[in-house]
Every structure is written in C-alpha cells, then in structure tokens.
C-alpha cells in the first residue's frame, strides 16, 4: 500500500515562501509520475506541478511557473514543492500525488483521475 503525507503548510504573507513536503512510503514498481495539485473551496483540483520518478525533467501550470520548485529525493523517498514570491491566489489546499506508474516510458498526466494514491492534503494561506 503506497502512502502519503504531507507536511510543511501554513501562513505566510504575501511575497513570501514556503516548502511542501511529501513523504512517500510503500513501493511503485517501475516508472511513475508525482504531481502537487491544489484545490480552492468550490473548485476543481487543479495539477500544478509534475515530475517522473525517473529523469529530471519537471512541468509547471502557467499559474505557478518560475515561483514554485518540484523535487524529489529519492534516497529519502521525499517529494517537494518550494513556493515563493507567495500571493494571496496561492490559498488553498495543497496534494501530493502518485500514480499507478508501469514499465514503459510515458509523460506525467494533469489529470486528476490518472492519481491513484494522495497525500491528506495541507492548507497553504497568503495573506496581502
């Protein structure tokens, strides 16, 4: 059973940063996505940013590009999101996510349904 949990949310004002923190526990065999989505009270969850468990390459909505860093660590099985240059738009719970993954190359999906395992989720608050 793959588990997630997320640390690292809070206050901040506006302008200011923050790291999000997902600790991945259970096993994923092959390759697989990892994605940060955030969701605003009575609104669609929305992907933010993505990376593969295998390569460097990373992706980023318009929203949040060149403001937010997606990592991973693999040796301690960790996910990251740094945010900075915070506003107020940013509030809204944040999700880590994994997928199902498989053992041929594919490209990270946005979409929700194509997660199959979530972080609790943490609430992120700007204030101006």
């Known amino acids: 059973q793959v588990r997630l949990v997320e640390s690292g949310g809070g206050s901040v004002q506006a302008g200011g940063s923050l790291r999000l923190s997902c600790t991945i526990s259970g096993s994923i065999s092959g390759r697989y996505c990892m994605a940060w989505f955030r969701q605003v009270s009575g609104k669609e969850r929305e992907g933010i940013a993505l990376?593969?468990?295998?390569?460097?390459?990373?992706s980023y909505a318009g929203s949040v590009k060149g403001r937010f860093t997606i990592s991973y660590d693999n040796a301690k099985n960790t996910l990251s999101l740094d945010l900075s240059e915070l506003k107020p738009e940013d509030t809204a719970m944040y999700y880590c996510?994994?997928?199902?993954?498989?053992?041929?190359?594919?490209?990270?999906?946005?979409?929700?349904?194509?997660?199959?395992?979530w972080g609790q989720g943490i609430q992120v608050t700007v204030s101006s």
């Open positions: 990376i593969p468990s295998h390569g460097q390459s990373t």
């Open positions: 996510a994994t997928d199902r993954g498989g053992w041929l190359p594919y490209a990270c999906s946005w979409k929700t349904a194509d997660y199959a395992f």
